[in-house]
């Protein structure tokens, strides 16, 4: 079965330099979710779109930016990169289906993009 | 607001042994609940699910069980391996299209 994929795999950035990380959701899925993990860290996450529509925003910083397209992929742009920034970024997506809250879906994970700013 | 608590780890168990790894929740309303597994070096695995009170999710070994009364999913297995060395992270979500909160996350360590 598809999953989510992301590229690239693995990014190497220096310090004010810009980044952008892809996600191509599982086909017919909607919803696309990212996320930030830290070494060690939780996810912690950073915006979602829905529809190609921001849905729900966590804590990403200004300097980051992110869309839905028309193809419902989704791309993480990054600029003024700092050390700080260095993670896995992580996409998901979901699919949302019917009209009650309990026809709710889990959202599956794709394997990550590891950026390391140097 | 939505959270979910989890023991701290690291957890380290021989091989055979008993798992629990416990989870609590804060959510208004009516979430699904989750356990996902993060092998070194890997994404994220769904690794069981649970969508309303009662519900047990089960797989590969792994046990939780929705607990609306106690706001609990507490992971168990009967019988560790080594290969079972990973961190877990308990989540819930909450209405369609609602983003997944994490737990802190377990690390397990199982030794032979």
């Known amino acids: 079965a598809a999953g989510v994929i992301q590229s690239p795999r693995h990014l190497i950035k220096e310090k004010r330099e810009t980044a952008t990380l892809k996600c191509y959701p599982i086909?017919?899925?909607?919803?696309v979710y990212w996320y930030q993990q830290g070494p060690g860290q939780d996810p912690q996450f950073l915006i979602s779109f829905y529809e190609k529509m921001q849905s729900d925003k966590g804590s990403i910083p200004d300097r980051f930016s992110a869309q839905q397209f028309s193809d419902y992929h989704s791309e993480l742009n990054m600029s003024s990169l700092e050390l700080g920034d260095s993670a896995l970024y992580f996409c998901?997506?979901?699919?949302?289906?019917?009209?009650?809250?309990?026809?709710?879906?889990?959202?599956?994970f794709g394997q990550g993009t590891r950026l390391t700013v140097v | 607001g939505n959270s979910v608590t989890q023991m701290e780890g690291p957890v380290t168990l021989s091989e055979e042994a008993f798992l629990t790894i416990n989870c609590t929740y804060t959510a208004t309303g009516y979430p699904s609940l989750f356990w996902y597994v993060q092998y070194p070096g890997e994404g994220l695995q769904l690794l069981l699910k649970a969508t309303k009170a009662d519900d047990k999710g089960s797989n590969k070994g792994f046990e939780a069980t929705y607990r609306k009364e106690t706001t609990s999913f507490h992971l168990e297995k009967g019988s560790v391996q080594v290969s079972d060395s990973a961190v877990y992270f308990c989540a819930l979500k909450k209405e369609r299209g609602f983003k997944t909160i994490f737990g802190a996350g377990t690390r397990l360590f199982v030794k032979a």
């Open positions: 998901a997506s979901s699919l949302v289906v019917g009209v009650r809250e309990e026809t709710n879906t889990e959202a599956f």
């Open positions: 086909p017919r899925h909607d919803t």
